[in-house]
């Protein structure tokens, strides 16, 4: 089993940045694929960002991709999201998920999930 919590989210005005932390627990952290998602109200699950076992390889979201940035610290069993120039766009629940296979947008690829933290960008 793998544990993920979330933390770093909060209010911020627009053009302000936040950075999201995921702490894991329960098994070894450089074995497993980690990755963003964000859920708006009223609609579906969104792939942010994904980074692989070593952290040498990156994707992004269309929506994210120039203004985000993820990142892992293998030694403190965490990754990152740098969130700059926010939009109000990007308001949701964030949340950090892991897998053991490969780095992918593909939710359903994921096997564990964090419980969010909210993220809201005002205007």
């Known amino acids: 089993q793998v544990q993920l919590v979330e933390s770093g989210g909060g209010l911020v005005q627009a053009g302000g940045s936040l950075r999201l932390s995921c702490v894991a627990s329960g098994r070894t952290f450089s074995s497993y694929a980690m990755a963003w998602f964000r859920q708006a109200p009223g609609k579906e699950r969104e792939f942010v960002a994904t980074?692989?076992?070593?952290?040498?390889?990156?994707l992004y979201g269309d929506s994210v991709k120039g203004r985000f940035t993820i990142s892992r610290d293998n030694a403190k069993n965490t990754v990152y999201l740098q969130m700059n120039s926010l939009k109000p766009e990007d308001t949701a629940v964030y949340y950090c998920a892991a897998n053991f296979r490969v780095a992918t947008r593909l939710r359903n690829e994921y096997d564990y999930w964090g419980q969010g933290t909210q993220v809201t960008v005002s205007s």
């Open positions: 980074i692989s076992l070593s952290g040498g390889g990156t």
